[in-house]
């Protein structure tokens, strides 16, 4: 046993050594992990690290796995997932929620207390920690507009700390913690505004159908494949080259909408990088736009 599995033994801090992760991605891609942690609490996650630190191996946090590609050798070093620190406590205004809680789950919530402002993120299939990380939106909605202040670990001076407001540097898929990947998120206070519960619910009815309707869900994925360049959409960059449908291996091009890439069941981590490389040539030589890859690669491809 290696000094990082005796100490998280000791810890009680729930592992596996070579951990498949294909069952953790969306994707339904990838090899395995040298060691997949699971902590339930922020406290656990905490002391996850600084087990890691310690023991001097690279050290990766995950939440949902929606926006993830991992690598067809693996992940070397620790994957740690934060699904399991998931508590939500109601506030007046809205909620404090733990890093792993799911946004759906959350969304539910603020509606069944007529809390209106979480409605974008009804289907958004990520974790609070990874949707704060990245400003997760749809619908016209995103993190930014609710998200009042969040806690953190620095892992790199073992130390906690908060942002609040625009210390956050909240932008189009990105924020400061995206900059600043030393700090993981721990829990996130949700601010809301008080609304009609049936109209929250029917703008909720709305968004599932319209994202039932345009997005390819039957298939796995990692949502969209690429961020919005300024003035146009991928998928419409995408489209007008005639790409739907276009495939490397067993990844390919949504038919249903072109800012997905899919998994027909026997895709790599190689043939979803190399469509994503072919598809912004193309799209290059065709608008002279270079798309900007909105998936996250984790291990050497």
């Not at 005796?6 to 339904?28: D, Q």
């Not at 590609?69 to 399991?84: C, E, I």
């Not at 994202?211 to 969209?224: D, N, T, V, Y």
Request: charged content about 25%; glycine content about 12%; some cysteine.
């Amino acid at each position: 046993m290696t000094f990082p599995e005796r100490e998280l033994a000791r810890a009680n801090i729930p592992f596996r050594k070579a951990c498949p992760l294909a069952g953790f991605s969306t994707f339904r891609i990838g090899g395995s992990a040298d060691l997949a942690i699971f902590p339930q609490t922020a406290e656990e996650l905490i002391c996850a690290v600084r087990i890691c630190r310690a023991g001097g191996i690279p050290l990766f946090v995950v939440g949902n796995g929606s926006n993830l590609l991992f690598a067809d050798a693996g992940v070397r070093g620790a994957v740690l997932f934060t699904k399991k620190i998931n508590r939500i406590a109601d506030e007046a205004d809205g909620f404090f929620a733990d890093c792993g809680a799911l946004l759906p789950a959350l969304s539910r919530r603020a509606a069944a207390r007529g809390l209106s402002g979480l409605e974008f993120a009804c289907g958004i299939p990520g974790t609070v920690g990874g949707a704060v990380c990245m400003n997760a939106g749809a619908h016209g909605g995103e993190m930014a507009q609710i998200v009042a202040e969040t806690e953190y670990y620095n892992a790199q001076t073992d130390t906690r700390g908060s942002f609040s407001g625009g210390g956050h540097q909240f932008g189009y898929r990105t924020s400061r913690y995206l900059s600043e990947p030393e700090k993981i998120v721990l829990r996130a206070r949700i601010r809301l505004q008080a609304g009609d519960r049936d109209e929250i619910r029917q703008r909720m009815v709305q968004n599932l159908t319209l994202r039932r309707e345009k997005q390819p869900l039957g298939e796995p994925s990692a949502g969209s494949a690429f961020k919005r360049p300024e003035g146009n959409t991928a998928a419409a960059l995408i489209d007008r080259c005639g790409l739907k449908g276009f495939s490397v291996g067993g990844a390919a091009v949504s038919e249903k909408h072109a800012g997905f890439l899919v998994n027909r069941g026997n895709a790599t981590a190689k043939d979803v990088v190399e469509l994503i490389d072919r598809i912004r040539k193309i799209v290059l030589e065709a608008t002279g736009i270079l798309l900007e890859p909105e998936i996250r690669v984790l291990g050497e491809i």
